[in-house]
């Protein structure tokens, strides 16, 4: 009758390691779902992105020609982020201004924090050729023309740079 105990006994711990260790990896549960509580408070409605609504002032007042307006919006918007092509846009409302300095320096600045942005560079160039500075404008075209080698836009600033 031991020799019966004992075998039960080992024919059990032969089992539980059997099963937990050989069989039990092999088989798939289900994960139990643990619900969680209901928040005590709702989230509070989005509201809108202020960088957003100062764009699209600056955006509409561009788009009605009131560029003073529109560079007001858009120092607001750059005011809270970087954005190459907001900082691009009111480099342009500055050369519509007659403020060719700073808009050539509004265009440097983009160039400089986003070198692959090509209406920023594109306005560089016209603006470095507006002022006379050809050698610096032939530099910026000739990058302009390695990011964009069939842009048709292009053959203008060719001719005037009388580039082959």
């Known amino acids: 009758m031991q020799r019966a ?19 039990a990896p092999f088989v798939h549960r289900k994960a139990p779902v643990v619900q969680s509580p209901p928040p005590a408070v709702k989230p509070a409605v989005k509201r809108d992105d202020p960088f957003v609504t100062a764009l699209a002032k600056g955006n ?14 858009y120092d607001q918007a750059l005011a809270m982020r970087f954005d190459a092509d ?20 509004a265009f440097e600045f983009v ?30 075209f000739a990058i302009l023309k390695r990011q964009r080698p069939n842009d048709e836009s292009l053959q203008a600033f060719e001719r005037a740079l009388a580039i082959p």
């Open 111 to 140: 160039t400089l924090k986003a070198p692959s942005h090509w209406k920023a560079r594109y306005n560089l160039t016209a603006m470095l050729l507006e002022l006379g500075r050809v050698d610096e404008a032939r530099a910026s």
């Open 60 to 73: 509409e007042a561009m788009d009605a020609g009131r560029c003073a307006d529109a560079i007001a919006a």
């Open 86 to 105: 907001v900082a691009t846009d009111r480099g342009v409302c500055l050369r519509q201004l007659g403020d060719r300095q700073r808009a050539l320096t």
């Open 5 to 23: 105990g004992f075998l039960a006994g080992v024919t059990f711990v032969l089992g539980a390691i059997l099963g937990t260790f050989v069989i």
